[in-house]
């Protein structure tokens, strides 16, 4: 139960369960749909700016837990960042899941963002983590099209 | 739930010729003793996680018994070379091998002629195919090509490339609630354009089981060839196609037992004469010349290159596993573990079943409210216990059942009561973590 408990934090079963920011923005800026294709998942990001800065992110779809929690905390963690932070700490999220496990990864620049790192014992979910962040990374991009984690 | 009778085919189908017959014991079994059956599988033996392997995922892939393992061993040991047209032993004897492996499959689903057995990679190259050498030669701009809700896309995809080509129509036979396929949508679909009915035989995802028979003998009435997919029946059911009526049946080898790589298509000799040949190279030529190749007879015609030798033979032994255990014992017990599964499950109002049809294979899916397939693998996986989550190749029937996933657990012969007790205790754990 223990490597358990690593993956599913209270936190991310809070998120998992009650996301926040789980709506659509009406004529949002911006907006990109992730897709996992190995568990079907789906989702719709939207993000509205103001100039230079982030000033709400929503979501909207269906995914497992991992993914509903990511997507959940990270609507939160954007809300007032500028786009070049955003981008930040998509990467160094994405180093804390993928990169090498013995380079301790930037705890206190990840903030909340940290209880994810649990996940990266099992490597067949850490792609659940990331989509909404590969999401999100299109979106602000402003590339078109669909983003999957394939 | 079908009958258990006892076996009384065993000495008949056994071949009795070749080495790899001398590995399984010819006793005829009376009733179906699954710890003698899981002897055979060394890999049961594995501890994953800390806890013995609970190997639920036989509708993806199954498991290889001693037996198949010791035939590829002794043919990469003992016999190997290229077959066909070797002069010396070594390769007289793999060719001997190989087509000995043919005949067992002839014998396995009784299709009438050796040359009607076409070895290929798989389900999905035979369906392939199919669309490809049927389609060019008979399916035209207007004509239909009639499918099912439940299929697996690999029964889905080729029939839209081919329609794409066309201008043919795909259109597809509804599913009710319990996922059962509806015969009456079936018999206002077909018409005089209908070309050809693509059915699977058991649904992967749902268990359901086709009334593959009928559905046959309609299609024919209206002049349609028939198609089914056996790629989930073959390790569960005896196989007649003879019986059904097909003109194709489709199965992989790594579904019963068998390597993985080789599959086969069945196809009448009648039809099969006609088809154009699908892919050119070695093998399927009689003459070659800039002028003009004339093609080799069945089953070559369709055999293109230097194929997977030694998984034909894994899969000839993998039929006489098969046949040593009686696939209607083996239909008997899974029918026991399916319904004792499926009364597990049912204990958890949390859970719901999605596939009830009345004739169903020992598979169930089934999703948990407001846990998601993926995570309730992830924490069975923690116990040793694998599951399959996710579409399993059926986009449209989850789509029809309104869930992005569903977790499975299907059932193998080597399968026991213990097992899904595990599993019980595991979605437990599931419902623990997320409540
Ligand atoms: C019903 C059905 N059809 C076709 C296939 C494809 O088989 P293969 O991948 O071996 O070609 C599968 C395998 O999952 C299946 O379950």
């Known amino acids: 139960m223990s490597d358990l408990r690593d993956l599913y934090q209270e936190v991310i079963l809070d998120h998992g369960k009650n996301p926040r920011n789980f709506h659509r923005i009406e004529g949002a800026d911006r907006q990109a749909v992730g897709h996992n294709p190995l568990c079907g998942d789906k989702l719709t990001i939207f993000l509205q700016l103001e100039g230079d800065v982030v000033k709400e992110v929503s979501f909207q779809g269906e995914g497992c837990a991992i993914s509903t929690a990511s997507a959940s905390m990270m609507t939160q963690i954007l809300a007032g960042k500028t786009i070049q932070e955003a981008e930040k700490l998509f990467q160094l999220f994405h180093e804390m899941l993928t990169g090498d496990p013995s380079v301790e990864g930037d705890a206190e620049g990840l903030g909340k963002l940290v209880v994810f790192a649990g996940v990266r014992q099992f490597p067949v979910r850490v792609k659940c983590a990331t989509l909404p962040w590969h999401t999100i990374h299109s979106a602000l991009q402003n590339k078109d099209g669909a983003v999957t984690t394939e | ?435």
């Open chain 2, 1 to 435: 739930m079908k009958p258990v009778s006892p076996s009384t085919r065993n000495d008949d189908r056994l071949p009795g010729t070749g080495k790899q017959a001398d590995l399984v014991s010819r006793e005829p079994q009376q009733t179906f003793d699954v710890a003698r059956v899981r002897r055979d599988f060394p890999i049961l033996k594995t501890i994953i996680n800390g806890h013995p392997l609970t190997f639920l995922d036989s509708a993806a892939s199954a498991q290889k018994p001693s037996c198949v393992l010791e035939a590829l061993n002794v043919f990469y040991t003992g016999c190997y070379s290229n077959i066909h047209r070797g002069v010396y032993a070594l390769s007289e004897r793999a060719t001997a091998a190989y087509e000995e492996s043919r005949v067992k499959l002839r014998t396995l689903i009784n299709a009438k002629e050796t040359e009607e057995i076409i070895f290929l990679r798989g389900t999905t190259e035979a369906i392939n195919l199919v669309a490809n050498s049927f389609g060019q030669m008979a399916v035209g701009e207007g004509d239909e090509i009639l499918i099912s809700h439940m299929e697996h896309h690999s029964n889905i995809v080729p029939w839209q490339l081919l329609c794409e080509r066309t201008g043919a129509k795909l259109m597809v036979v509804p599913i009710d609630d319990d996922g059962e396929f509806i015969f009456e949508e079936y018999e206002k679909l077909l018409g005089p354009r209908t070309k050809l009915v693509a059915v699977t035989h058991q649904s992967n995802s749902l268990g359901t089981v086709n009334p593959v028979k009928e559905i046959t003998r309609r299609a024919h009435e209206e002049g349609a060839v028939v198609l089914i997919d056996g790629a989930q029946a073959i390790a569960h059911k005896k196989i007649d196609v003879r019986d059904i009526g097909c003109d194709f049946y489709a199965f992989s080898g790594h579904k019963m037992f068998g390597p993985t790589g080789v599959g086969v298509l069945y196809g009448r000799r009648e039809i099969l004469e006609k088809m154009p040949p699908w892919q050119g190279g070695g093998d399927m030529i009689r003459t070659v010349s800039f002028e003009g190749t004339t093609y080799a007879d069945l089953p070559h015609k369709f055999e293109a290159g230097t194929p997977d030798i030694a998984g034909g033979i894994g899969l000839g032994t993998a039929v006489d596993y098969l046949s040593h255990l009686d696939l209607d014992l083996v239909g008997g017990y899974e029918h026991e573990l399916l319904s004792y599964g499926e009364g597990l499950l049912g204990e958890f109002p949390e859970i719901r079943i999605i596939g009830r049809a009345k004739e169903k294979s020992a598979v169930i899916s089934f999703v948990i409210d407001g846990i998601h397939p993926h995570d309730i693998g992830t924490i069975l996986d923690k116990e040793g216990i694998a599951i399959r989550t996710g579409h399993h190749c059926t986009q449209p029937v989850m789509h029809r059942f309104g869930v992005p996933a569903t977790a499975r657990a299907s059932i193998a012969c080597y399968n026991t009561k213990e097992e899904l007790d595990r599993l019980a205790r595991g979605i437990r754990t599931v419902l623990e973590v997320f409540c």
